[in-house]
């Protein structure tokens, strides 16, 4: 039976679509950890012998800390393994076959760098094993002991276990800092009037300059492409929402207008960039695997 629909699908590209293939929650971040992770997610699949499922995902501009059987490829793992994940300036497609299962922590906007205990950037557009990605941390047993657990939900509670054992060893200072740049990089994501990051810097009572040195550190993407990416999101996840009720598409340029964008041109621009496709096109997609 499908998984019901997640109440926030920004960013899957056709959720509807994976929910007939996985299984798919989120669980809270917890109070040790609020600010730097946003959530936990997990997802596991069973795929008839022979068959697959593509799912492409436009990534948050954030990292995933994950654990799970399945690679890059979609090749299974076995034993299952660990991975950092930094922030993906494209988007990501996963191959899923056989059986398996993923557990992972979403980074908030700003979280990365504290657990990475360095420059979020190292890890932008790739993916580390836990032993380059997360010094401090004991990672054959985290993932073992993740592992041999055999359901998504306590997998999930162990390797929040795991990363608050990591943040209680990091500087209280630069954990403090993380924060604070978190804070600043949800006005991004919820304020739409936030088009520039000149916008961001007076938030955060920083200048340009400081500001992109924090989101370098603590990010490993620039406050400009932080806004962005959220305002791309937006506007596929409001061709979804589109395809799915028939009724209420204004037109790509009322969304360029809304999105703060000087005009469609601007936004069509963007939207190539980080989803490798016209908005007409995404949209004719979206319409078609909604019918």
Not at 199 to 213: E, N
Not at 214 to 234: M, Q, T
Request: a negative charge; proline letters at 5%.
């Amino acid at each position: 039976m499908p998984s019901a629909l997640p109440d926030d699908t920004r960013g899957i590209v056709d959720p509807q679509e994976m929910m007939r293939y996985v299984d798919f929650a989120r669980y809270p971040a917890g109070e040790a950890l609020d600010g730097l992770v946003e959530w936990f997610w997990s997802v596991a699949w069973s795929m008839p012998p022979g068959t697959f499922h593509d799912q492409q995902v436009l990534n948050h501009p954030a990292g995933n800390i994950s654990i799970g059987t399945l690679d890059d490829a979609g090749v299974p793992l076995d034993p299952a393994e660990g991975r950092v994940y930094g922030v993906m300036s494209s988007v990501s497609n996963r191959h899923l076959t056989v059986e398996g299962w993923t557990v992972a922590a979403r980074t908030t906007v700003g979280g990365l760098g504290v657990l990475l205990d360095a420059s979020a950037r190292t890890a932008a557009d790739a993916e580390l094993n836990f032993i380059d990605g997360l010094p401090g941390l004991t990672p054959g047993d985290l993932v073992a002991g993740v592992a041999k657990i055999g359901d998504n939900e306590p997998r999930t509670g162990a390797l929040r276990e795991g990363l608050e054992s990591l943040v209680a060893r990091r500087d209280p200072a630069m954990i403090a800092e993380a924060r604070e740049v978190a804070a600043v990089a949800a006005l991004a994501e919820h304020d739409r009037s936030v088009c520039r990051i000149e916008q961001l810097a007076c938030a955060a009572g920083a200048s340009v300059r400081t500001l992109q040195r924090l989101f370098d550190f603590h990010v490993g993407a620039s406050p400009s492409f932080v806004i962005r990416r959220w305002r791309i999101i937006e506007a596929a996840e409001a061709a979804r929402r589109a395809s799915d009720d028939g009724n209420s598409w204004r037109g790509w340029a009322a969304i360029a207008a809304e999105l703060g964008y000087a005009d469609q041109a601007h936004l069509t621009r963007d939207f190539r960039r980080h989803l490798g496709t016209s908005p007409s096109a995404y949209l004719s997609r979206t319409t078609r695997q909604g019918s």
